[in-house]
């Protein structure tokens, strides 16, 4: 599986974004899916999980409320909608897959990652 990451850009807190995470390889519809971001100086850190069938997710407490992720496995793409986004979302936020169906927070559960895209919210 190769993803890619998009969507993107700069914007001034309290604004919104939607990400796009475009996957290629067959049996896509079958992997769980995660959002991550890295902060300037900060180790990688986890936003979001939902599971292949879309029946579960997960989210960072710093996010709640805020973000959601969704896939659309007709077109092979995973989502994370960005509302109220605050100086501390910065970052690069980068996709990434599982071939199973459970979700999960670590980074190191995820074999497969697309190149991040970054953000940017200024105050």
């Known amino acids: 599986v190769q993803l890619q990451a998009s969507g993107g850009g700069s914007v001034q807190a309290g604004g919104s974004l939607r990400l796009s995470c475009a996957a290629s390889?067959?049996?896509?519809?079958?992997?769980?899916t995660g959002w991550f971001r890295q902060a300037p100086g900060k180790e990688r850190e986890f936003v979001a999980a939902?599971?292949?069938?879309?029946?579960?997710?997960r989210y960072a407490d710093s996010v709640k409320g805020r973000f959601t992720i969704s896939r659309d496995n007709a077109k092979n793409t995973v989502y994370l909608q960005m509302n109220s986004l605050k100086p501390e979302d910065t970052a690069v936020y980068y996709c990434?897959?599982?071939?199973?169906?459970?979700?999960?927070?670590?980074?190191?559960?995820?074999?497969?990652w697309g190149k991040g895209t970054l953000v940017t919210v200024s105050s």
């Open positions: 990434a897959a599982r071939d199973t169906i459970q979700v999960a927070a670590d980074d190191a559960e995820y074999p497969y």
């Open positions: 939902m599971s292949w069938w879309g029946g579960s997710t």
């Open positions: 390889g067959r049996a896509f519809s079958s992997y769980a």
